[in-house]
DNA sequence: GTCTATAGAGTGATAGAC
DNA sequence: GTCTATCACTCTATAGAC
């Protein structure tokens, strides 16, 4: 064999160098974003450093403005990478088979989800809305995602409530908006005092919504919390901020 | 009369300093206050300066740590303040005489409000109920808020519901929850596309949760904005950040 | 394309005079 | 109680080496 030195297989740093430079930027980029979804979504946008997500990502800042241009284009292509995801609300595993009621039931679930990844991404969500109200380049990515979303939803909306013979509070465009906003709400209610939105509450408000006859509803199957159940968060980290 | 220097009306600055030390800073407080609460609606919280703050409040920022200790204080203090106030989602000036149907109507219309001062406040709200995700001070004192607006809102809605013999989805208490939720829901997509929530679609929803036999609804009376209605916001300063 | 190094600006908070 | 001055630190973004 000649005596020239064999192509290593990693750089100075330990990267990869094997792959063609267009792989190792699809790369980055896509660790880039997950790890900005991770810290945006656990501790808000402003208190994550654009260093803090580089260096989760194993880059550094550098890299992020190479990719995105800036900590908003970051924000942005986020954005628009969960668009194509599980993003919509009625996103929920029902079969066909199931009762309408319990494919409500099903969509709750999904919503007011364990509290594992789906509710991170929630508040990131939560975040990003309110970001839309007063920045009007983050609003048009939102309105897209969520006019896309209603689309679906309204379909799906559709389908139940003509299988069920229902009687929805609108047409499946607008019930869409309704189920929407009563979902989001509930569950920021739920996020703040878990207590005070039991499932059965959630489930007669959007059978309420659909025009389900609701069942009797024994209501006082949970106690309402309302007071000081303000678990102290064993465990968390300072809660305040990642930075570099 | 005497030679001395007759007491000058204000100091070398203008203050006032006739009145007694506690007038005065009962009145620095105040003005701290509103200054923060117009400048944290307006741009956040994370976007705006204790300096900003306090030269608004025509203070510097040694005056705003004097009072409330940090700018977390201040934000917490905030929320304090306006606990008395027109905290209520359900407030709203109705005639016991109404129908409830125009009752509702007359809740939505100060929940979606022309958009004026209300609707600021209504974003510091929102932002705060975020933070209160992750910062457990603020979830106390927003809990504490939270509930207290329930019980006045749950009375309120026993007696509608019962002088219209309506068939709530849920009992007082709970509906409370379900009407707060509807409400902030569809206020926060209004915000983002307000063609996607007209006025009727928001009462076919408050009805249906409530229990009235809502009227056919003409449905089509807006049209359907969902696409780039996208008002550049002529007018709006820069938008980005109020610091010193 | 990614790194190192740094500019340039701004922040929350504190000490001490008045 | 309020102000001035400043500390110690952080941030985003850029320039240039590799």
């Keep these: 064999m000649g005596p020239g030195r064999r192509p290593r297989d990693t750089d100075h740093r330990g990267v990869d160098v094997r792959r063609t430079q267009e792989e190792r930027k699809a790369d980055t980029r896509a660790r880039l974003l997950a790890a900005a979804t991770e810290l945006f979504a656990a501790h808000g946008v402003d208190a994550v450093s654009v260093d803090a997500v580089a260096e989760a990502a194993g880059r550094t800042s550098g890299a992020v403005y190479a990719h995105f241009g800036s900590k908003q284009g970051l924000v942005l292509a986020l954005l628009d990478e969960r668009k194509g995801s599980v993003l919509t609300v009625l996103q929920a595993e029902v079969a066909v088979t199931d009762s309408p009621a319990s494919q409500l039931a099903a969509v709750w679930a999904n919503v007011a989800g364990t509290g594992g990844e789906d509710a991170r991404w929630d508040l990131l969500e939560q975040e990003l809305w ?115």
Excluded: I, K, M
């Design 130 to 244: 309110l970001r839309a109200a007063r920045d009007p380049e983050v609003a048009d990515v939102v309105r897209a995602r969520n006019a896309e979303s209603r689309r679906y939803s309204a379909r799906r909306l559709e389908g139940w409530t003509a299988a069920a013979g229902a009687r929805p509070a609108a047409d499946p465009d607008g019930l869409a908006v309704l189920v929407r906003a009563l979902l989001t709400g509930l569950a920021q209610q739920r996020r703040l005092d878990p207590g005070a939105v039991p499932d059965d509450l959630a489930l007669a408000g959007l059978a309420a919504l659909v025009g389900l006859a609701g069942p009797p509803a024994p209501s006082t199957a949970t106690t309402r919390t309302t007071t000081s159940t303000n678990r102290p968060r064993r465990g968390a980290p300072g809660h305040r901020a990642v930075r570099s």
